[in-house]
């Protein structure tokens, strides 16, 4: 089997098992295609996105097997709030739906559940089944799996602004002291390393206001695949050409 990813180029990529190289850390996917997924299939929207679960699913297995440390996945947006309301509440009740049944799975294979986002604005709902998925994987210590939820990367920067001006006029932290690290530091990634790979299935290249900040340095991988069929050899061949890429973070090879 063979598949396409993008870039400044496209290339056929043949699919293995393992990759060859040192696993990226830092995981960071855009789970999108859902909805033209299901279009090819007659069927509604929400029955791409049920089928966008499955393939979260079985992404959290590939990435834990595959000794990932921190997965985080693109699961709403700020922005997604404007889709039809009954697509919203579907998209709301899938935390719940998915935490149901995998959480014992999770907790079973030492996988700590974070969340990335706005916690205002989500239906009470779905704060109490992240809140509960959060509490009892607390003290795991295997892969973090980070669900960015009601999250925007622009957003993110103006409440980081907003905390640090406000530590500044009350003079917990002096104008000099502003650095990166105080912004990382205010955004909801505080604590996680900047992902080194981010992977956008469904063949679009753009980054839509996911993790702006934190991508500075990520190597970007673009998959003609919708995310529902996205399976454990794309994520293979994503880590494949991150292994290949050349990283210098703006420095030279000597
Ligand atoms: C974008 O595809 C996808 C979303 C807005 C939702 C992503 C959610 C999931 C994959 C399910 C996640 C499950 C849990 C448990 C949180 P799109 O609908 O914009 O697709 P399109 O561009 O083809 O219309």
């Known amino acids: 089997m063979s598949f396409s990813l993008k870039g400044l180029f496209t290339k056929k990529v043949s699919t293995k098992e393992e990759p060859s190289g040192e696993v990226p850390r830092h995981v960071a996917i855009i789970m999108d295609g859902n ?12 029955a791409g996105h049920h089928a966008g679960m499955v393939a979260l699913r079985r992404t959290i297995r590939s990435a834990n097997d595959l000794g990932i440390a921190v997965l985080t996945v693109y699961a709403f947006s700020t922005e997604n709030w404007n889709r039809p309301s009954r697509e919203v509440d579907f998209l709301m009740r899938l935390p719940n739906e998915f935490l149901r049944t995998d959480l014992p799975e999770l907790i079973e294979k030492n996988v700590r559940v974070t969340m990335s986002g706005f916690r205002e604005g989500l239906p009470k709902h779905t704060k109490d089944a992240i809140d509960d998925a959060i509490s009892k994987t607390a003290t795991n210590t295997g892969m973090v799996l980070n669900f960015a939820l009601n999250y925007g990367s622009r957003a993110e920067i103006v409440k980081a602004v907003r905390e640090i001006a406000e530590e500044v006029s009350q003079k917990q932290l002096t104008f000099d002291e502003i650095d990166e690290v105080t912004v990382s530091q205010h955004l909801y990634t505080a604590g996680l390393p900047d992902p080194d790979l981010l992977i956008r299935p469904s063949g679009e290249i753009r980054l839509s206001n996911f993790l702006l900040w934190q991508l500075a340095y990520a190597e970007l991988c673009f998959i003609d695949v919708y995310w529902p069929d996205f399976k454990h050899e794309h994520l293979v061949a994503a880590i494949e050409v991150y292994c290949k890429r050349d990283r210098r973070f703006g420095g030279i090879k000597l």
Not at 35 to 46: D, I, Q, V
Request: charged share 25%; proline share 8%.
């Open 35 to 46: 909805g033209r997924w299901a279009a090819h299939r007659g069927l509604p929207r929400t």
